[in-house]
């Protein structure tokens, strides 16, 4: 344990935890995550209603659905290894391996970043 009593994410542990994170992702279709992720933005209320958004938005809805459950399984099953690790640096750990994942596969535009997996929560 290091600084203050936390259980901190080593960077030989952080690495272990991305190639754990790319293995699993290999079963979904980060093409379809990264159309989900692709222009999208948050609701603009002045500019549309909230059914205006969703019919817009619709087609990103079942991507969006499997990236809120993937990061979720994956940040429960990891806070349960860093219990006094904040869940913001584990989300941020586990966003930074798919990021890495989409550009492995030449993806550069319509990566997953923590503005676009809060906007898939709601």
Same mark, same amino acid.
């Given at each position: ?7 901190r994410i080593s960077d030989t542990r952080g690495k272990r935890i991305r190639r ?23 609701? +603009?209320?002045? +500019? ?28 429960? +099953? ?45």
């Amino acid at each position: 344990m290091e600084g203050g009593g936390k259980k901190r994410i080593s960077d030989t542990r952080g690495k272990r935890i991305r190639r754990e994170i790319t293995k699993d992702l290999a079963a979904y279709d980060l093409a379809e995550w990264q159309k989900a992720c692709k222009g999208f933005g948050p609701i +603009h209320n002045d +500019h549309e209603t909230r059914r205006e958004y969703y019919e817009t938005n619709r087609f990103r809805l079942e991507a969006a659905r499997e990236i809120v459950d993937f990061v979720g399984v994956w940040e429960e +099953h990891l806070k349960s290894d860093f219990e006094s690790e904040p869940r913001t640096d584990i989300r941020k750990r586990i966003i930074a391996a798919i990021r890495a994942a989409q550009r492995k596969k030449k993806m550069e535009l319509g990566l997953l970043n923590a503005v676009k997996l809060s906007g898939f929560k709601t």
